[in-house]
């Protein structure tokens, strides 16, 4: 059973273009999300979080969105670049219990910017 | 600063064999973490650890096992290679809650 799901394997948008990543979750325990980026041959690199406190969190041309009744997150990337270009995974984690150390993570979405 | 390194980054074996991919990490993280990703899936936790001497299963445990005899090394130990063990293997710390630091993977291949 996942219990973080993203849906789309792939997604191409244009150089300039917004990039929207969609997760949902169907644990109601997660209340820490994270985003990580992953180039082929390397490891992920943490991108963005953002704990269920909040609906919005920024950094850049990064953006995550929580909707905690539709247990649903999204990452905007405002404007695309094809540097961007890369897998994208969804984690999230339980901060009650002491567990907020073990992320599951969706199967990732793969993004294309092309120029 | 090295991060997390992993050793070694490519291997073949042969089905029995067994193995130890290494991991260490210079940060004085406490948690260390092994995960596998399989093709097309996401990274799914085998074994954790929250500090020296502790450690414990994650999802995917069988075949696997960990020791944590310092903060900074965590060596993962495959002891009868199987087929089903072909993975890319990744060693993560973090200080705690949220941000995790990957290794750059290892490629593992058992025929």
């Given at each position: 059973d996942q219990q973080v799901k993203?849906?789309?394997?792939?997604?191409?948008v244009q150089e300039g273009r917004i990039s929207i990543l969609n997760c949902d979750y169907t644990n109601s325990m997660f209340d820490y999300f994270l985003w990580y980026k992953k180039y082929p041959a390397e490891g992920p690199t943490f991108l963005i979080s953002i704990?269920?406190?909040k609906d919005k969190n920024e950094d850049?041309?990064?953006?995550?969105?929580?909707?905690?009744?539709?247990k649903h997150l999204s990452l905007h990337i405002v404007?695309?670049?094809?540097?961007?270009?890369?897998?994208?995974?969804?984690?999230?984690?339980?901060i009650l219990g002491g567990s907020n150390y073990k992320l599951t993570f969706g199967k990732g979405t793969l993004l294309t910017v092309n120029p | 600063n090295a991060g997390v390194t992993q050793t070694p980054k490519f291997r073949?074996?042969?089905?029995?064999?067994?193995?130890?991919?290494?991991?260490?990490?210079?940060?004085n993280?406490?948690?260390?973490?092994?995960?596998?990703?399989?093709?097309?899936m996401g990274l799914k936790l085998i074994y954790y650890s929250v500090g020296a001497g502790i450690t414990d299963k994650g999802e995917v445990p069988n075949g696997y096992n960990v020791s944590r005899s310092t903060t900074e090394d965590f060596p993962l130990r495959l002891e009868l290679a199987a087929p089903s063990q072909t993975s890319v293997y990744f060693c993560a710390s973090s200080l705690g809650a949220g941000e995790l630091f990957f290794g750059e993977g290892s490629r593992l291949t058992v025929l």
């Open positions: 993203q849906n789309s394997p792939s997604l191409s704990s269920s406190i850049g041309r990064f953006t995550v969105f929580l909707n905690k009744s539709a404007p695309s670049q094809p540097g961007d270009s890369a897998v994208y995974f969804c984690a999230a984690s339980p | 073949i074996l042969k089905i029995g064999q067994s193995m130890t991919l290494q991991c260490t990490q210079d940060m993280h406490n948690y260390m973490y092994w995960y596998r990703q399989d093709p097309g």
